[in-house]
């Protein structure tokens, strides 16, 4: 086929000095929202992906460890998630995870950005089937103005914000946490993304988050995962927690027991994924 | 400087549609060797790193994960390991880690390639510092037909073999696997590199390795780190022993007493290191 023949490929600069290409197949979108510009593209290797300003933000092919690993940690350490909040999430893969708890009675979604949901619904039906859910309710808002109106109102805010420095900075704020610490009952959990420690670009955004969390709630964990298409393969996820510890109040058996089929996440990996290296512990410790 | 507006990149395929790509300063070294081609770049990012045929092998940067993960895991297992076979490890960077044990008292290296040894010598003393130690014997020779010599001799055999395709092929057959089984003490234990089970591409060699270590021993392990300049970020390690198994007869105690100083390993991270993801878990189980 011609196809393989021509050389057409999207590049993500990881770092200034770093930089990961993915030969792609066909440019099947781009738009720009009020927030940003949005592309879709089909690849060989990583199935279809959406970018946001240049970056990919998920792919087909690994876009079940993100979401698995964002939900089922806290997913099986509160015993009792009635209602949730998710800031941004408007591509559904988050909600789709939810969805497999039948106790949640609320998913709100906080997702200012309307192009970004029709877009996801239109090419990642399998992502956006989440956002099908009874139980789900999207709010086009930005996250902080919708967290300053809540209080004493959920159990668990998953923050699925990607961007610390573009239109959600306001979700990496100290205000933010502050925000999301009111919002949660008294047992609540609040899970964001942590970034990836590995290269120095990165490393003061991800101590800098650390500390924010770690000032704001009384227990502040982080655990890892592998996801190939982030800076250096390598991403953190940070648990922040009123009352429930990530492992001493983790409950393996309760999870097991509800059956849900996933391709990254286990009752094994939950315990590892908090077992960090040298390097990490130590720059985390150091904002403590 | 003019330097940083010059676009001076290596890159990497690391399958036919995904490449990494590292910003170069300097291209220090290029020679060919009776195996292989061998150059040697400084980088911004990772600081100075070796390629063998165009593949990354190590840098700076992230050296420390392979090499810690790679030792110290069985160490921290056996409780006595005095004779060690190094395959490959020409750069040094295993016997330095080795090093730091006073109880071993041999540390053979079966390492065709002298130019190898030689240019790590020069570019990376860091590295090859680990080769001064004087309980380190270098031996000129292809890995199996070194192997073919040896029975009931080492207590730990670590095969730093990288390229399963190339000139180390025959150290990926079912004949090396037994020959190192054979070469083993009693309760002897062998550690090698596994491979990066993400893409496609890779899946297969990874479930052949499994397949031939789970036959060969009777205790047949995999375990993980991030290494970024891996295929997708990610690289496994399989253990396989002949009586001590990785976490039952792992003693974090006896390994925190010899204050080892690490960037990467903790014995935390020894046993999440084994926690697998979902995924991964499926590949090897459907091999056993």
Chains 1, 2 share one sequence.
């Not at 440019?27 to 592309?39: A, M, N, P, Q, V």
Request: net charge negative; with cysteine.
């Amino acid at each position: 086929m011609a196809k393989s023949k021509m050389e057409y490929w999207f590049e993500e600069m990881h770092t200034s000095n770093v930089k990961m290409s993915i030969r792609v197949d066909q440019h099947l979108y781009s738009g720009t929202s009020e927030f940003r510009r949005i592309d879709v593209f089909d690849s060989p290797e990583f199935g279809r992906f959406l970018t946001s300003n240049g970056n990919v933000i998920f792919s087909e092919q690994e876009e079940f460890t993100y979401d698995e690993m964002i939900v089922h940690v806290p997913m099986a350490v509160h015993p009792d998630v009635k209602r949730v909040l998710v800031i941004g999430g408007g591509d559904g893969g988050v909600a789709r995870e939810l969805s497999h708890y039948k106790e949640i009675e609320v998913i709100d979604i906080a997702e200012p950005d309307k192009m970004f949901v029709d877009v996801c619904r239109k090419y990642f039906p399998d992502n956006a089937i989440g956002l099908e859910d009874v139980r789900v309710r999207i709010y086009y808002e930005d996250g902080l103005r919708f967290l300053r109106k809540c209080q004493d109102k959920y159990d668990l805010i998953i923050n699925d914000a990607t961007d610390p420095l573009g239109h959600e900075a306001g979700l990496f704020t100290k205000e933010f946490y502050g925000n999301c610490y009111k919002a949660l009952h008294d047992d609540g959990i609040m899970v964001y993304q942590h970034g990836s420690p590995f290269f120095d670009e990165d490393e003061e955004n991800c101590r800098a988050m650390h500390r924010k969390a770690f000032k704001s709630f009384p227990i502040s964990r982080v655990y890892q995962a592998h996801i190939p298409t982030c800076p250096a393969g390598y991403w953190l996820f940070g648990f922040a927690s009123k009352k429930y510890h990530p492992i001493k109040d983790f409950n393996p058996e309760r999870w097991e027991s509800r059956n849900i089929k996933t391709w990254y996440y286990t009752t094994h990996l939950h315990k590892g994924a908090f077992m960090l290296p040298k390097y990490v512990e130590d720059i985390l410790k150091e904002e403590e």
